[in-house]
Antibody, heavy 121, light 110 residues
Framework: QLQLQESGPGLVKPSEALSLTCTVS??????????WGWIRQPPGKGLEWIAT???????YYNPSLKSRVTISVDTSKNQFSLKLRSVTAADTAVYYC?????????????WGQGTTVTVSS | QSALTQPPSVSGSPGQSVTISCTGT?????????VSWYQQPPGTAPKLMIY???YRPSGVPDRFSGSKSGNTASLTISGLQAEDEADYYC??????????FGGGTKLTVL
């Protein structure tokens, strides 16, 4: 059974960079028809898509965050990562990683449990 | 890209049916069927309930159904149960391979 697990610091200082990693277990990150993405949810607010990546390295970004975000993949470790630069309090959120299936669903069918990141000095 | 529009809240009594709308434009929801719906109980990760407008993944009860008319997609939950109380989000996978979320709808089972 495929599982995704987010990891990274829970506290980041304003103006610094937030870095998170999603480890995929129970399946290969390199399978075709699967993309891998990051979604976040500020406290008490809705979901926001951040970015998506294919195992070959093709990337897609939310235009509103594109200038500050980099998504990358490490197929040897079965992981993909998120880097969000110049963070502010508005970036405080639960960050989820998820699998985007693009053969049947065109939707995110497997999610990590989420990791809380707080931006504060 | 603008978020899809959902009502902030809906409610219904056990056994009743409720419908949650998700409105976009003729350029997004109106043009593509890659609309999905997610259920998110408090403190948990979202769960895929509907994909491609009206299809249910394995294990999702048939009380959940989806449809689309024009620029608006809808999620209908029939035979409401207490366990259905959650936030619901619609999402569109766009032609540019990006994702648009709706603002979310809180379902209260009275």
């Amino acid at each position: 059974q495929l599982q995704l697990q987010e990891s990274g610091p829970g506290l980041v200082k304003p103006s610094e960079a937030l870095s998170l990693t999603c480890t995929v277990s129970g399946g290969s990150i390199s399978r075709s028809t699967y993309y891998w993405g990051w979604i976040r949810q500020p406290p008490g607010k809705g979901l926001e898509w951040i970015a998506t990546i294919y195992y070959s390295g093709s990337t897609y970004y939310n235009p509103s965050l594109k200038s500050r975000v980099t998504i990358s993949v490490d197929t040897s470790k079965n992981q993909f990562s998120l880097k969000l630069r110049s963070v502010t309090a508005a970036d405080t959120a639960v960050y989820y990683c998820a699998r985007l299936e693009t053969y049947y669903y065109y939707a995110m069918d497997v999610w990590g449990q989420g990791t809380t990141v707080t931006v504060s000095s | 890209q603008s978020a899809l529009t959902q009502p902030p809240s809906v409610s219904g009594s056990p056994g009743q049916s409720v419908t949650i709308s998700c409105t976009g434009t003729s350029s997004d929801v109106g043009s593509y069927n890659r609309v999905s719906w997610y259920q998110q109980p408090p403190g948990t990760a979202p769960k895929l309930m509907i994909y491609e407008v009206s299809y249910r993944p394995s294990g999702v009860p048939d009380r959940f159904s989806g449809s689309k008319s024009g620029n608006t997609a809808s999620l209908t939950i029939s035979g409401l149960q207490a366990e259905d109380e959650a936030d619901y989000y619609c999402t569109l996978y766009t032609s540019s391979s990006t994702l648009l979320f709706g603002g979310g709808t809180k379902l209260t089972v009275l």
